[in-house]
């Protein structure tokens, strides 16, 4: 059974920073794409950023570019969302997600494996 569990989610005042984690078992997460998504209430999951697993080529959404940075560890089946200066619009439950294919994505529905989430509220 693969699963993704995410942590680091929590309060922060806009221009804070925060460090999410996740950490994948049942699967070795070496070779496959992995990405980020948030979901904020009323709204469509959105992608946030994504890491190949060959090459760990990186794709940011426009409205985190520059401000967050996707990384991973294939010796500890871990990635990591480090995000900086933080905006009230950055609040949602962020998700971390997995594919079968070395390549990234964009869309939601091209990831296979999904981890809980975990909330992520940004003050004003």
């Known amino acids: 059974q693969v699963l993704l569990a995410e942590s680091g989610g929590g309060l922060v005042q806009a221009g804070g920073s925060l460090r999410l984690s996740c950490v994948a078992s049942g699967h070795t997460f070496r070779n496959v794409g ?46 990591a969302l480090q995000m900086d200066n933080l905006k009230p619009e950055d609040t949602a439950l962020y998700f ?10 964009r869309n939601p529905g091209e990831y296979h494996y999904w981890g809980q989430g975990t909330q992520v509220t940004v003050s004003s």
């Open 96 to 105: 971390c997600a997995g594919r079968t294919e070395w390549t990234f994505h």
């Open 34 to 79: 992995m990405g980020w998504f948030r979901q904020a209430p009323g709204k469509e999951r959105e992608f946030v950023a994504a890491i190949s697993g060959k090459y760990n080529i990186t794709f940011y959404a426009d409205s985190v570019k520059g401000r967050f940075t996707i990384s991973r560890d294939n010796a500890k089946n871990t990635m």
